[in-house]
Structure formats: structure tokens, C-alpha cells
């Protein structure tokens, strides 16, 4: 089977993206054999992936937002070794492409192929995978509440506004963490667990994030007294405000939280009021560029617990 073969699973949204389509005759130009595949519903990711081990493909790209990279990527984990994933970033956001250094152009993005993969984590949590982060607290409300027109129109800058709109539902709620030689507990603001350094549009919650190491990021920003003009700067300068937030570094943290405390997986709601976050070392192998800053240039390392 040819190396030089990938399949191109790509969010519906995008199937008339012109230029994806360049990309795509570009890299074929280039002696690629790359089929696409299109993504209609729930479900379709994954079924996609299933099929593309089946026939033999090496190289999976995975075309669309922070959700559809989860999505292939959490596929692909239960194949570990199968096959190898490409970020192909077409979301509002972007984040965990952002932050890995991937370009946005697709073009750029593509020339990954020709980069060698790298074992990199992924987070886990009552059986669901994330590749970027779990957020928590009213940021993360309002990520999961913007809405897609809004996005279409106002980019990234939709989580802000929805933010700014939403002052009067804005309150701080308790939760406690525990992981090794790790505990806290108190009304928090923001929370961020991180195998990915940012979310919701661009705030950077976990500065130091690495995807190699075997370990997640744990970010805690407790509720001051002031909480609308905090939340205010929070959204407008990027969680500018680093000095306030409590920060760990553990292969796994538990969480319990009060009602009002709102958490999301890459974006998708999540339910429960006991949660165990792992971090599942080396558990994916994707084309990052060589430099990306998620990457601490060192084999993964496991850490039982």
C-alpha cells in the first residue's frame, strides 16, 4: 500500500470550501492519492475512520472544527497504531490547532503529510476522549450557548459577544479537585484541564500545556469578589490575569462540582457531578510541525496513579 495515501474526512459544512478543494488537487499534483469523505450527522466521523482502517488507510485528516478533530480523534484511539491523524483546521476556533502551531491556511496544513507523526496524549473521562481540553465555569456556558450564526458572522469574536450578553446569569459555583499530592477546593470562576493550552475562542487557560508529557494541565481561576468586571476582562483580554489562577500539572485530577458549574468537553456539554480526568499517554500519533510549542521534544512518559 502506497505511502503516499490518505483519506480526508471532512465536516459537511465545509464540502464546498474552495480552498480545501485547491489544497486537495494540489496535494494529488504532488503524487498524493487522497480521497475525501464527508461528514452529514452524528455518528459519521467514527463510522468514517472504521471504514478507512478497513481498506488500509495510513493517513487520516481529520477537515473541520475543535468537535470533528475530537471526534476522529477519539475514533482513532480505539485503534491505537492503525493509522496516523492530520489536523486540517476549519473551526471558529481552532484552538488545539492554534495553539499545536498547525497553519490555518489549508494548503500549509496538508504539507503535514510529509511530516513525520508524533505520540501525543489524549485526555480521558468517563470513557469519552478530548484532544484539546475540559473547561469549566461560566466560560464555558457561554462557549456551549454561542450560537452557529452568530459564529458564522462575528468568527472568534462570537464567544465575546455572547459573554458580554450575559452578564445577569453570571455566578460562581463550588468545586473541589483532588489528584497526587494535589487539593483544592472554593468557589471558582474558570476552570481548565488541559491537554491543550486554550479554549472557547482563544483564552489561553493552560500557558504551559505540553501534548507529550503524560500529563494534564490543571488550571483553576477561584471567584473574586468582583465577578462581572473580572469575567469582563477574562473575555476581552484573553484570560490576561495569569497571576490569579491555582495550577497543577498531574497524570490524573477527580473533580466534584455543585450544581451551576458548567463544564464542557471541547466544546460538548458534560454531564456529572463526580468526574476523573486521566491523561492517556502516547495514545495518538499525528503530524504536528517540529516546532509545535505542544510538543517538549521527549518521548512521553507514563505516570501510573
Not at 475540559?134 to 456556558?141: P, V
Not at 446569569?169 to 491537554?195: K, M, Q, R, T, V
Amino acid at each position: 500500500m502506497s505511502e503516499r495515501r490518505a483519506l480526508l474526512i471532512l465536516h459537511g459544512k465545509q464540502a464546498l470550501n474552495e480552498a480545501v478543494r485547491t489544497a486537495v488537487e494540489e496535494k494529488r499534483k504532488q503524487g498524493w492519492d487522497l480521497a475525501v469523505r464527508l461528514t452529514w450527522e452524528a455518528g459519521d466521523a467514527q463510522r468514517l475512520v472504521e471504514e478507512a482502517l478497513a481498506t488500509g488507510y495510513k493517513k487520516i485528516i481529520a477537515g473541520g472544527g475543535d468537535g470533528t478533530l475530537r471526534d476522529i480523534a477519539e475514533a482513532l484511539a480505539e485503534h491505537a497504531g492503525q493509522a496516523t491523524l492530520v489536523l486540517l483546521p476549519l473551526g471558529t476556533a481552532n484552538d488545539f490547532s492554534r495553539a499545536a502551531g498547525i497553519p490555518l491556511e489549508p494548503a500549509e496544513a496538508l504539507k503535514l503529510l510529509d511530516v513525520p507523526a508524533k505520540d501525543i496524549d489524549l485526555g480521558e473521562v468517563g470513557g469519552q476522549i478530548f484532544l484539546n481540553m475540559a473547561t469549566g465555569g461560566f466560560g464555558s456556558q457561554v462557549t456551549a450557548n454561542t450560537s452557529e450564526d452568530l459564529k458564522k458572522v462575528l468568527g472568534g469574536a462570537a464567544y465575546l459577544f455572547t459573554g458580554l450578553s450575559r452578564f445577569g446569569e453570571l455566578h460562581a459555583a463550588y468545586g473541589e479537585l483532588h489528584g497526587p499530592d494535589f487539593h483544592w477546593s472554593g468557589e471558582l470562576l474558570a476552570l481548565g484541564i488541559g491537554n491543550g493550552r486554550q479554549a472557547g475562542g482563544g483564552h489561553v487557560l493552560c500557558p504551559q500545556a505540553l501534548a507529550d508529557d503524560g500529563l494534564l494541565d490543571i488550571s483553576i481561576l477561584p471567584a473574586p469578589q468582583e465577578l462581572v468586571g473580572t469575567l469582563k476582562n477574562l473575555l476581552s483580554d484573553g484570560f490576561g490575569i495569569d497571576n490569579m489562577f491555582v495550577r497543577a500539572r498531574l497524570p490524573w485530577v477527580e473533580i466534584k462540582v455543585a450544581e451551576g458549574l458548567y463544564i464542557n468537553l471541547d466544546g460538548e456539554p458534560l454531564e456529572g457531578n463526580s468526574l476523573r480526568f486521566t491523561a492517556l499517554p502516547g495514545a495518538l500519533k499525528v503530524h504536528l510541525p517540529p516546532d509545535s510549542p505542544l510538543l517538549s521534544g521527549a518521548p512521553p512518559v507514563s505516570h501510573p496513579g
